[in-house]
């Protein structure tokens, strides 16, 4: 069982997608959880994050176009891609994790996370 991640695909840029991450066997409303994105032959990159109890985290390169959003009732995170550009092009990975971590800003930290979808590939055409 693990995170499922859906919602890519291919959009003009200035467009919009949104990405969806659940997981049927498993409830995350206790946890945090990120989405990154990762090029081929880089490592992860941080993009959003949303708490437990809905505070939210962004990079600067996504701030004011993503928003990340959780309904619990239905176990999933979303991720709002607006105003998307070539650079947003890249495979995006959900991952939660719900242990206690002794620094601020784990959460943009990709090895802090237990847990992990299959990713969904985004691409931004010019």
């Known amino acids: 069982v693990q995170l499922q991640a859906s919602g890519g695909g291919l959009v003009q840029a200035g467009g919009s997608l949104r990405l969806s991450c659940t997981d049927s066997?498993?409830?995350?409303?206790?946890?945090?959880m990120g989405w990154f994105r990762q090029l081929s032959g880089q490592a992860r990159e941080f993009v959003a994050a949303?708490?437990?109890?809905?505070?939210?985290y962004y990079a600067d390169s996504v701030k004011g176009r993503f928003t990340i959003s959780r309904d619990n009732a239905k176990n999933t995170v979303y991720l709002q891609m607006n105003a998307q550009k070539p650079e947003d092009t890249a495979r995006y990975y959900c991952?939660?994790?719900?242990?206690?971590?002794?620094?601020?800003?784990?959460?943009?930290?990709?090895?802090?996370?237990?847990?992990w979808g299959q990713g969904t590939q985004v691409t931004v055409s010019s």
């Open positions: 949303i708490s437990g109890t809905g505070k939210t």
């Open positions: 991952a939660a994790d719900g242990r206690t971590h002794h620094y601020s800003t784990w959460y943009q930290n990709s090895e802090e996370y237990e847990s």
């Open positions: 066997g498993r409830t995350y409303s206790n946890y945090l």
